[in-house]
């Protein structure tokens, strides 16, 4: 199957993101791995190589580099509507996430005050005291939930032994605008019908986040018989989700 190169910079595009526009991606991992606390099914990247919750030992951008790269965009004439925290893997295992993240606002605030900061996250870091610190420095956290059961959540997120689905439940409560992002797929794994579908219902109804996107993957992904979930399915859910936690819901296909 062919994936998705990883990044080899700090910064890329700016890329056209059906929900965040003209996005500036900041890498704040590696670039000659990819390094996660999840390995999901659906990725377009390659497996995960250093799977951890904690890296210890990895090599992460310096935070004088980062700050660099993203001034020198802020202060060119390249038209973007979000930076957004992305890249190789999870960014807030970056183990300066905080402090970057306030420093990147600062920026954002003293150069080019339109443009939004969005984090896109597997949610597997909330727990940490720092990471929810940082959050507050991010006009859209978009934070993942792809299953409300252990079971599903193993079966599509394959995360590493120390993260905890109860945990991630916990912590995405009360984070001031949260988005929830959600994968939906179905075939030998599937969150989409069943008692996982109902497990993953219930857990938003208790979240109760700002705003709801989910999709379906759009390219091959690297398990065989995973299946894409389609346009009239995943308006369906959205009724469902809406009806069921009263918060907006955002369908996206290609």
């Known amino acids: 199957m062919h994936v998705l190169p990883l990044q080899k910079g700090i910064l890329y595009g700016p890329v056209h993101s059906r ?76 183990p300066r996430f905080a402090e970057i993240a306030a420093e990147v606002r600062r920026l954002r605030d003293k150069l080019r005050p339109e443009v939004r900061l969005a984090l896109l996250s597997n949610s597997s870091t909330v727990h940490l005291s720092h990471v929810r610190e940082a959050l507050a420095m991010v006009d859209v956290p978009i934070l993942k939930l792809d299953a409300g059961d252990r079971r599903t959540f193993a079966g599509i997120n394959r995360p590493a032994l120390d993260v905890g689905l109860e945990g991630i439940i916990a912590g995405l409560k009360g984070i001031p605008g949260l988005v929830i992002q959600s994968l939906l797929v ?24 700002s705003l709801m996107q989910i999709y379906s993957t759009d390219r091959p992904v690297p398990e065989t018989g995973i299946e894409k979930v389609g346009p009239v399915m995943l308006q369906r859910i959205a009724m469902d989700v809406e009806a069921g936690t009263g918060c907006r819901v955002q369908a996206y296909w290609a």
Do not use: M
């Open 19 to 94: 929900r965040l526009g003209r996005s500036l991606g900041i890498n704040l991992l590696p670039t000659t791995c990819k390094l996660c606390s999840f390995d999901c099914i659906y990725c377009h990247y390659e497996r995960t190589q250093i799977k951890a919750l904690h890296a210890e030992g990895v090599s992460f951008p310096a935070v004088a580099e980062i700050l660099q790269a993203v001034e020198g965009a802020l202060q060119g004439s390249l038209e973007l509507s979000y930076l957004t925290f992305s890249g190789n893997g999870e960014p807030t295992l970056h």
């Open 186 to 209: 179905d075939g030998k794994v599937s969150n989409v019908c069943g008692e996982p579908y109902q497990a993953w219902l219930s857990a938003l109804a208790d979240i109760r986040p």
